[in-house]
């Protein structure tokens, strides 16, 4: 599986494609590895070379999104004193085309891949939106569990618009709203 690292990505990529445009349709219970590998062209054993079942292959895509979340704020939005979307706007877009889709069925297919990326993204109301409040530790709770919840359905209502709305238009709103 080693030997060909880009072989390998292509394959892993056309099964969780296969596998993503069967859970847009219908939930993950009702889909199958023999659908998923007839759709991407391959055989069952080429799937599970990389995923132990469809749970697992569904597991490593929220993996890989929520990892690539949580760069964004660890390495970049949490560097600086301020909460700056604009100067890593290019960044910011780059990550909602390549999950543009996925993100608004994750939400509302898989709670926990909502509480997963609340906590990644509570940081940055914690140090940006909350710290300055003045308030308790349960009012911080409720405040963080408003803006976090808001922010994703406002990200999950984005997606889901067919209208096309630039994503710094997007955060021009949320920002405008939050601060």
Do not use: C
């Not at 709770?141 to 976090?148: A, H, S, W």
Request: hydrophobic letters at 45%; charged letters at 25%.
């Amino acid at each position: 599986m080693k030997k060909q690292p880009q072989v390998t990505e292509q394959t892993r990529a056309n099964l969780t494609q296969a596998f993503w445009e069967l859970y847009l349709d219908r939930p993950i219970e009702k889909i199958t590895v023999r659908e998923i590998t007839k759709r991407a062209g391959y055989n069952r054993a080429t799937f599970y070379l990389y995923f132990r079942d469809v749970y697992d292959l569904f597991e490593q895509l929220e993996d890989e999104i929520l990892s690539q979340v949580r760069a964004l704020v660890d390495n970049r939005l949490l560097a600086g004193d301020t909460l700056d979307f604009s100067n890593h706007m290019g960044f910011i877009v780059g990550l909602a085309q390549r999950f543009d889709g996925y993100m608004p069925r994750l939400i509302a297919g898989d709670p926990s891949f909502g509480e997963r990326l609340k906590q990644i993204i509570a940081p940055l109301l914690d140090r940006f939106i909350i710290r300055d409040a003045d308030l308790t530790a349960s009012e911080q709770t409720i405040v963080r569990e408003f803006y976090l919840s808001g922010l994703l359905g406002a990200i999950s209502a984005w997606m889901a618009t067919p209208s096309g709305m630039p994503i710094n238009r997007l955060i021009e709103l949320i920002v405008g709203v939050v601060l």
